[in-house]
């Protein structure tokens, strides 16, 4: 029996949004030092060079990162560092702070080994991201902003919002996602619609002087035809990737008694679906637009069904909520012998290996 595995009841007692906080405020403790750091990645961290993939200009030390939504903040990047993720996703990240949805906001569904949160975007907003990105300094992996609006912007204003975010935090980042596809936050207007893509595109490449990679994520409610839609839409305007996918509003053979709650759906739940996004989105674009997995992601089976479906890198958030510290490491060590299983010699050699 793991540490973790005698500590979660106990965090499970408290309301998920407490835990999460207590969670974070033990990891920001545990990186503040250069012995602890040490030590976590000791405990936690595996490396094999079968594991490292080139994207986006940058080394991955491996393809298993944290989801946008666990570190909204910036707060504990080094601590992710050391314990063996590859990389992590912040934000989302709003142009002001503002305080999102009404608690509670965040709910565990245990018998499904998934969660429903409504945050709504809660988070301190650029600035305090931006100080403190310059005084802890940037980790020593790969890190992505996942930036948004403000709930109250209109649709105009919202591409303004976009912009202002871009422009103070991609200097920080190896990528930038456009997050347009949350389900929690006001529906004023259709984010997703395509004249609304094409002038939020058309603001950040202008704005990108920099040329750092800009990705989309996609949501996977959407039918087939409107994903592909926003896929081509990407490829027109020559951006770097795509996040599927984001959580879902389907509640279908669910058996927790919170099933009900209103607001996204993540963890085992949505493996399938999103996976099903994943290879469409593969094989429309052939393989040639590169693609974040991330939806149901706890095992190296379930990471591993994501890379051959056609995603390069996957993340997770609720696999690590029921995981625990060592999810990275565990996720790490099944990969390689997976791909040593098939005959791969890496992880980019298994991407899209079922669409060939």
Not at 39 to 59: E, R
Not at 288 to 294: A, N, R, T
Request: glycine share 8%; charged share 25%; hydrophobic share 40%.
């Amino acid at each position: 029996m793991t540490l973790y595995s005698r500590v979660r009841p106990l965090a499970f007692r408290l309301p998920a949004e407490t835990a999460h906080s207590l969670g974070k405020r033990t990891l920001r403790a545990a990186q503040s030092t250069r012995p602890t750091r040490a030590a976590m990645a000791a405990a936690y961290q595996y490396d094999h060079p079968a594991l490292c993939i080139d994207l986006f200009d940058t080394t991955f030390p491996n393809p298993v990162g944290i989801a946008a939504g666990f570190d909204k903040n910036a707060e504990v990047t080094h601590a992710l560092a050391a314990l063996g993720f590859g990389f992590v996703e912040i934000g989302t990240v709003t142009p002001y702070s503002q305080g999102g949805n009404d608690r509670p906001r965040l709910f565990r569904l245990r018998e499904d080994e998934a969660m429903v949160n409504r945050m709504g975007f809660n988070g301190q907003g650029m600035e305090r991201v931006k100080s403190r990105l310059e005084t802890d300094g940037t980790p020593d992996f790969p890190l992505g902003v996942n930036i948004g609006k403000m709930n109250s912007s209109t649709e105009r204003e919202a591409v303004e919002d976009y912009r202002r975010v871009f422009d103070r935090l991609s200097p920080f980042a190896d990528y930038v996602v456009v997050n347009v596809s949350c389900p929690n936050t006001p529906d004023e207007f259709d984010e997703a619609s395509p004249d609304h893509l094409r002038e939020i595109f058309e603001t950040l490449e202008a704005e990108n002087d920099a040329d750092v990679p800009i990705l989309v994520k996609v949501g996977p409610d959407e039918p087939a035809e409107s994903i592909l839609e926003l896929v081509d839409i990407v490829r027109a305007f020559d951006l770097d990737g795509i996040v599927a996918t984001n959580t879902s509003t389907g509640r279908e053979n669910l058996a927790s008694p919170r099933r009900e709650e209103w607001g996204g759906l993540s963890g085992k739940p949505l493996e399938e679906r999103s996976t099903a996004v994943i290879r469409t989105i593969a094989d429309h674009t052939d393989g040639d637009l590169p693609i974040i997995g991330v939806g149901g992601v706890d095992s190296a089976a379930s990471a591993y069904r994501k890379i051959r479906a056609g995603a390069s890198l996957v993340q997770l958030y609720t696999g690590f909520v029921y995981q625990g510290p060592s999810t990275a490491k565990r996720i790490n060590r099944g990969l390689v012998d997976l791909l040593e299983r098939d005959g791969f010699d890496s992880v980019a050699d298994a991407v899209g290996a079922e669409l060939e």
